[in-house]
């Protein structure tokens, strides 16, 4: 097809698409999904400004499709729709195209204030990773809006390069128990001397089984015998998903203080928590446990019965090597 008849092809669709008619619209903004070429993208910019929404999500799924970055600006437009399932179609186009080639464009957008604009940026900026957003998500973590605080807060987690962050510190103490849910896993990739005490406090004191879990899963870190007492209390939350995640990270830190607490967790009711109890008491490699953790090969749930198996041949192996040595 030669360019002029493709150029009045275009043309043809370009009028449709200013009809007064929906029905002409659609018919339009449809078939230029179909054709999908480069040529299409500027008609396709101008349908997400229309009023219909049908017509709008036809057109951010068309130029999600194209890919081409110079929609980027105009889908960024569409994050703040009054229209819950276009701001979604946005994001999600946007989540595929944005690349580190836009991040000074995300970031002046994020100045801009529209609460569904700047929660959908802090969340594409997970994407890009950049350490040069910091200056710009700070604020977020004092707004009055926990939804922006809770984003932001997440957003910190996927940065490269972010050691310490004392604005983050706050977070673990919000009053929004979301907020305080992602404080919890964002702290634990930080490198604070104060994370340690924050962390083992939101474990045994908040209100909140989430945040308590979430707690735990950050205080699993190699040797980390300062959050030792704070993971044995809490091998006994009234949660069992705290309960597991106590255990998970006991696993992380052998010690032989902790094992009447885990040979204890080995009769718990939920077969998760004995299951990682079984781990943690293998991994104390101490000839103590392996008489709980036979009585745990009759366990009615066969993952823990396998998780004991293993623990007993690994003591068993550590054994036999400190014999050879």
């Known amino acids: 097809m030669s360019t002029n008849s493709t150029n009045s092809e275009l043309n043809q669709w370009l009028e449709m698409l200013r009809s007064p008619d929906v029905n002409d619209r659609l018919v339009a903004v449809k078939t230029l999904q179909h ?11 101008m349908a997400l400004q229309d009023e219909n929404t049908s017509v709008q999500k036809i057109a951010i799924s068309a130029l999600w499709e194209i890919a081409d970055p110079v929609a980027i600006p105009a889908l960024i437009e569409r994050l703040n729709s009054a229209d819950a399932e276009i701001r979604s179609e946005a994001a999600s186009a946007l989540n595929e195209l944005v690349t580190q080639d836009d991040l000074l464009l ?4 994020l100045q801009i204030n529209h609460i569904n604009t700047q929660l959908n940026i802090l969340v594409l900026l997970r994407k890009i990773h950049d350490i040069q957003s910091l200056p710009y998500i700070l604020p977020f973590l004092q707004s009055n809006n926990p939804d922006l605080r809770e984003a932001a ?3 910190l987690r996927y940065l490269n390069q972010l050691e310490k962050c004392p604005q983050a510190l706050e977070l ?27 962390l083992s406090q939101a474990l045994t004191n908040d209100s909140d089984w989430q945040v308590r879990r979430n707690a735990a899963k950050s205080l699993a870190i190699p040797e980390n015998h300062q959050a030792t007492s704070a993971l044995v209390i809490a091998l ?12 998970q990270a006991l696993q992380k830190i052998p010690d032989i203080q902790v094992m009447p607490k885990l040979i204890q967790a080995l009769t718990d009711e939920y077969a998760d928590v004995r299951k990682e109890a079984a781990i943690a008491l293998g991994n104390l490699a101490h000839p103590d446990v392996i008489n709980p953790l036979q009585q745990a ?17 690994k003591i068993q192996t550590a ?7």
């Open 35 to 45: 054709l999908g070429d480069e040529e299409t993208i500027d008609a396709l910019i």
């Open 106 to 109: 995300l970031l002046d957008k």
């Open 153 to 155: 807060i997440t957003t």
């Open 172 to 198: 673990i103490f919000d009053e929004s128990a979301v907020v305080r849910r992602a404080a919890a896993l964002t702290l634990g990739n930080l490198q604070d001397t104060e994370i340690i005490i924050i």
């Open 236 to 247: 006994d939350d009234e949660h069992w998903q705290v309960r597991k995640a106590a255990a």
């Open 297 to 313: 090969l009759d366990d009615p749930d066969k993952e823990v019965s396998i998780q004991a198996q293993r623990a007993i041949q």
């Open 319 to 325: 054994k036999i090597g400190s014999r050879k040595q």
